[in-house]
């Protein structure tokens, strides 16, 4: 009773915010005909006036008028494939189908996944190459997409291709592993409370769920992970202090560890580290050294094989 409750408040601040009535309406009004998928197999008699009428939308999703026009008010008590396919005839954005899932009395879709081949823009590419500290780009399962001269000189294994710093951190013998100061006090429980909070949160972001996998694979991880007594769920673990040792400097740096999520491309975050401990040092001359073995992981299986290293930048 509650939840219907509290979906129906949902409803009602949305229609109170948006006029979603309305919205629905110039929604049909505005989508042409020739683009609507299966308008072919319509009756004509439905389509010769030359507008997306609620008659029209009920036969293209096989349900009464009646049910169609409870959609529109409100009324609730439709499935999200049904919702889904509303959107797509009516042609609507990411955005405005968000509202119409909200409208419907379900929770917005995750779709970090749709684009997660797509380029990094251009212009993400050339924020990032600005950076004066250490910063990558990292996709929705944490895999590195490009990093920093910065990064690449500080951390030359964070280049190698696939590299993801949720299995390297957790692992038992990497190179990224030994770098981390303070490793099963610190950066254990940080990183296990948010990749359990991501698995949670993104249940069909297959590449995700593979690392989750891996890391699970690995004995101290999983140990970890299985006997924690407070069993944390943390959202994300940015905004904290961690030591890592660097290749630049004669010893450890203390670094913030935050992210930036683009609102062009929530998939992606830009994960930059300032030192807070010292001074920026300079970095050598030229470009970063490549890592000491140059090999991409396959999380699936645990395997490696030779490939070229991710790009540091210029």
């Not at 212009?123 to 990292?138: E, F, G, K, N, S």
Request: proline residues 9%; glycine residues 4%; neutral net charge.
């Amino acid at each position: 009773m509650a939840r219907r409750d509290r979906e129906a408040v949902d409803r009602a601040a949305v229609d109170d915010a948006l006029g979603m009535q309305q919205l629905m309406q110039t929604w049909r009004a505005r989508r042409r005909l020739s683009d609507v998928p299966g308008i072919e197999h319509a009756p004509r008699y439905l389509a010769q006036r030359g507008k997306l009428t609620q008659a029209l939308m009920a036969h293209l999703l096989g349900v009464h008028e009646r049910h169609y026009r409870r959609l529109e008010s409100g009324d609730g008590g439709f499935s999200t494939d049904i919702v889904e396919r509303c959107a797509e005839i009516l042609g609507l954005n990411s955005s405005e189908t968000e509202a119409l899932y909200v409208w419907c009395g379900h929770a917005a879709p995750q779709r970090q996944q749709e684009r997660e081949r797509e380029p990094i823009p251009d212009h993400l590419v050339a924020m990032l190459h600005q950076m004066p500290t250490i910063a990558y780009w990292a996709d929705s399962a944490y895999y590195v997409l490009e990093c920093n001269a910065a990064a690449g000189h500080h951390w030359p294994w964070i280049q190698r291709p696939n590299f993801n710093p949720m299995v390297e951190f957790l692992a038992a013998d990497t190179e990224a592993r030994r770098a981390c100061v303070d490793w099963d006090t610190v950066w254990l429980p940080l990183m296990i409370a948010q990749l359990r909070h991501a698995a949670l949160q993104l249940p069909h972001n297959r590449r995700l769920q593979e690392v989750v996998r891996a890391v699970r694979r690995q004995p101290e991880a999983r140990a970890a992970w299985d006997a924690d007594e407070r069993a944390e769920v943390r959202q994300h673990a940015y905004g904290t202090h961690r030591r890592l040792q660097s290749a630049v400097t004669s010893g450890p740096i203390m670094v913030a560890v935050e992210a930036l999520v683009p609102l062009v491309r929530p998939d992606l975050r830009m994960i930059w580290c300032p030192i807070l401990d010292q001074p920026t040092p300079p970095l050598p001359y030229g470009p970063p050294r490549p890592p000491e073995v140059t090999t991409v992981a396959d999380y699936s299986t645990g395997s490696r094989s030779s490939a070229p290293a991710v790009n540091p930048g210029p």
